[in-house]
């Protein structure tokens, strides 16, 4: 028996689709804590990911919906919101989202992500993509000492 929000869920999948990121919601009725799904990063050489959450509202959308947002960024320690819509955004709604500053990568010094972003389905439908750090650095590597194979098993490493 499908549920009454599965609709719901369906599209949030969907749209989280529409930006490749993982949609973190389950069939079942409680909170989600104002994540719909969220996308990983790389931006330095740390080898943790960054995050960026994602939130999908189909109704109506008003700028406490952006204060929300940046409260749940805080809360996760995220880099980036993405607030996917099926209306476009009010004034005050955008000059909320502008409040939230930009991210600025620290192995890209200079370059700027809004922190909050504002996507209609209809933006995302027609090619817009959510602005973020795509490349990482290049990482070097320490390379791993070589060993000889004597009678099957490993000597000390040749210097």
């Given at each position: 028996?499908?549920?009454?929000?599965?609709?719901?869920?369906?599209f949030e999948t969907?749209?989280?689709?529409?930006?490749?990121?993982?949609?973190l919601h389950s069939?079942?009725?409680?909170?989600?804590?104002?994540?719909?799904?969220?996308?990983?990063?790389?931006?330095?050489?740390?080898?943790?990911?960054?995050?960026?959450?994602?939130?999908?509202?189909?109704?109506?959308?008003?700028?406490?919906?952006?204060?929300?947002?940046?409260?749940?960024?805080?809360?996760?320690?995220?880099?980036?919101?993405?607030?996917?819509?099926?209306?476009?955004?009010?004034?005050?709604?955008?000059?909320?989202?502008?409040?939230?500053?930009?991210?600025?990568?620290?192995?890209?010094?200079?370059?700027?992500?809004?922190?909050?972003?504002?996507?209609?389905?209809?933006?995302?439908?027609?090619?817009?993509?959510?602005?973020?750090?795509?490349?990482?650095?290049?990482?070097?590597?320490?390379?791993?000492?070589?060993?000889?194979?004597?009678?099957?098993?490993?000597?000390e490493p040749l210097?």
């Open positions: 028996m499908e549920s009454e929000n599965s609709g719901r869920y369906q969907w749209a989280t689709g529409l930006v490749d990121a993982f949609p069939n079942k009725k409680g909170s989600d804590k104002g994540i719909d799904g969220h996308i990983n990063f790389f931006d330095d050489n740390s080898g943790k990911a960054k995050t960026i959450i994602v939130q999908v509202k189909s109704g109506h959308v008003t700028a406490s919906h952006i204060r929300d947002l940046k409260g749940v960024l805080d809360r996760e320690k995220a880099q980036i919101g993405i607030y996917i819509t099926l209306e476009e955004p009010t004034k005050p709604m955008i000059e909320e989202a502008t409040t939230a500053g930009f991210y600025e990568p620290e192995h890209f010094p200079g370059t700027y992500y809004p922190r909050v972003q504002i996507l209609t389905i209809q933006q995302l439908l027609d090619g817009k993509k959510v602005d973020y750090p795509r490349v990482a650095p290049i990482a070097t590597f320490k390379r791993a000492p070589r060993t000889q194979k004597t009678n099957g098993k490993n000597q210097l």
